[in-house]
């Protein structure tokens, strides 16, 4: 599948991947190769820092 159009994000730079989540295309610096998703749908699922850390 070829990605084509700008980062819905930045709107500046050319889209290279998609969000596994949203569907947001997104470019490298938007992008969280670990999850597969955009950095806003990462964030957003990811818990807060020490949030289910144990101690």
């Known amino acids: 599948?070829?990605?084509?159009?700008i980062c819905t994000i930045c709107?500046?730079?050319?889209?290279?991947?998609?969000c596994r989540r949203c569907g947001a295309l997104v470019c490298t610096a938007h992008y969280d190769r670990d999850a597969?998703?955009?950095t806003e749908c990462a964030a957003a699922i990811r818990p807060p820092d020490g949030e289910g850390v144990r101690r």
């Open 1 to 5: 599948m070829s990605i084509q159009g």
């Open 36 to 38: 597969g998703l955009c």
């Open 11 to 18: 709107e500046a730079t050319p889209a290279e991947y998609q």
